[in-house]
Every structure is written in C-alpha cells, then in structure tokens.
C-alpha cells in the first residue's frame, strides 16, 4: 500500500509525498523520485512497491500538483524555485540520498539539482528527459525537435487550461496514448488517478511551461535564439545513468548526442520498445535498474 503525507519546508511550500507503508529496512537506500507532466506522483507507486522495503523511497507531489503548495505566479515555477524545493525536502529527510530518479518535467529539475548541489546525492537516473543544454540546441537548430516540442506553445496559452479540462479532459489523454493509441498500461484505475490529479487544477502544472525560456522559436528574434546557458550551472559531475525509451515521440534521439560534454561520468541504456511513458510500460525494468543503482 502508499500512502501520502505533507511536508512542510522550511521556506513556505509544502508537498505532499508518497512512500510505501512497509518501512524501510535499517540503513535501506535512500531513493526521492521525482514525476512529469501531466502526471503525478503516483506514477511511481508499482515502482515504489516492487522496491520496498529493501530501498526508502519517497516521491513528492512538485508543487502545483495535486496536495502541494501552488503559488498563483507564473514566475514561482522557474527551475531556482522548482530546485530550491526538492533541496528543502532532502535536506528535510536527511542527507545525501543514494539515487534521484526523474522523468520528463522532474528530470529538468534533476539535471539543475545535480549541477547545482552535487553534495545531496550519490547518483543519478534521469528517464526521457533532455539535459537543458541538449535541448537548448535542439530547439535552436532541428526543426524535426521544433516539431515535436509544438505542444509546449499550446500549453503556454492563456487559456490552455480551460481547453485542456473541456469535454472530460479530452485534449490531455492524447498525451498518454501518444504513440500507441490504447496503451496496455492505462487502465481504469490509471485513468481514475491521473483524473483526480488533474480536476485539482492545471494552472500549477501548465505554469512550469510559462516560466521556462526552453521552447520552439517563434521566429528569427525569439529569445531563445540568445538564450546562454553557462557550462558552469548545467556540468553534472555526478554518476549518472540515462534511460531512454526510444520510441518517444516528443524527445528525440538527437537530444543526446555530445551529452558527454555536460556529463563526463555517463551511461545511456536505450529502450527500443518503449515510449516515453517508461515508467508505466516497464515499471519492472525501471525497478531493477534503481535496485542496480544503489547497489553500485
């Protein structure tokens, strides 16, 4: 079973974060997982439960998402804000953790931490999540990556969340049947959650769009165009291991090419039957990974 409690940190936010009921064995690694868009934390609850007890596992809700502190300004989701939470909350359970695990929105979180406070954390498993720097060129100069982040301009409208609540939600579940247009894994029960998370509200989760620089070009004078990205805060030096489901439609394999350069101590472990819904499709293969990981 999970269960879900707040934790209030130190600087105002509070998140509610899900763990396994059975507790953790004596001197058990310490492993946070972080969620994406337009998910939650419950997306790590088979993974969590194949783990436990042997490994104490946490997963918050970020904040704007369902049970977490949202603050009404776009500007409250820039990457120092999203950071400074995750920081709070390990600090909050005692640090290092032995693993952070991220997918899509958490990993860009991820990737900033790690730069930023490599101290908390042993090592790192990002899961279909571009490093800022890859993606910045990305966007800059692959018109086939232009194409595929199209959405993100969607999600930035200003009233993209009352497009996305109409009619059942009907413009948010094509994001999880994309490619396979009935995947396996969503389930009723899937459904019911992934409902419940998003009639609590989409203006958190849509803002972390907003508040990012990282979007496709609007054109020859878009701010991206002179957008700088020091080496000096996007360097990982950490261990850190990258699981990729190939079948992505949304992150292509270009995004990780040269990613060396940011990320001396690296592994990549592609998935060539998977999407960028990993976590739901082989949550088995995610498990063992971790278990690998914290285990190295």
């Given at each position: 079973m999970?269960?879900t ?23 058990a ?21 194949m ?7 946490l ?50 979180v ?9 101290d ?20 800059r ?10 959405y ?7 009233d ?7 009619n ?12 396979d ?40 004078d ?10 000096c ?19 292509l ?11 001396p ?5 592609h ?26």
């Amino acid at each position: 079973m999970i269960q879900t409690r707040p934790v209030a940190l130190p600087h105002g936010i509070t998140l509610a974060c899900r763990s396994p009921r059975a507790a953790a064995l004596a001197a058990a690694p310490r492993v946070l997982l972080l969620h994406g868009f337009p998910e939650a934390a419950f997306v790590w609850d088979e993974v969590m439960l194949m783990l436990s007890p042997s490994v104490n596992c946490l997963a918050p809700n970020q904040r704007g998402y369902i049970g977490s502190s949202a603050p009404a300004e776009v500007l409250a989701y820039r990457a120092k804000h999203l950071v400074a939470d995750v920081v709070a909350l390990i600090e909050a359970q005692g640090m290092p953790l032995d693993l952070l695990v991220a997918h899509d929105w958490g990993g860009a979180v991820a990737w900033n931490l790690a730069a930023l406070r490599p101290d908390l954390l042993r090592r790192l498993l990002i899961i279909n999540s571009p490093h800022p720097a890859t993606f910045l060129r990305e966007l800059r100069h692959n018109p086939a990556q232009q194409a595929a982040s199209a959405y993100m301009t969607f999600l930035c409208r200003p009233d993209a969340e009352g497009l996305l609540a109409a009619n059942g939600h009907a413009r948010l579940w094509p994001f999880l049947s994309n490619p396979d247009p009935a995947p396996a894994w969503l389930t009723d029960t899937v459904r019911s959650q992934y409902r419940a998370a998003w009639d609590t509200g989409l203006t958190g989760p849509l803002n972390y769009y907003r508040a990012s620089p990282l979007r496709p070009p609007r054109g020859s004078d878009d701010p991206l165009h002179t957008l700088e990205i020091p080496d000096c805060v996007t360097t990982v030096r950490v261990p850190t291991t990258v699981l990729w489901g190939d079948r992505d439609v949304a992150l292509l394999p270009a995004l990780l090419m040269g990613l060396e350069r940011w990320v001396p101590d690296l592994q990549v472990e592609h998935v060539s039957d998977a999407s960028h819904w990993i976590v739901h499709e082989q949550p088995a293969r995610v498990a063992a990974l971790i278990e690998r990981l914290v285990a190295a």
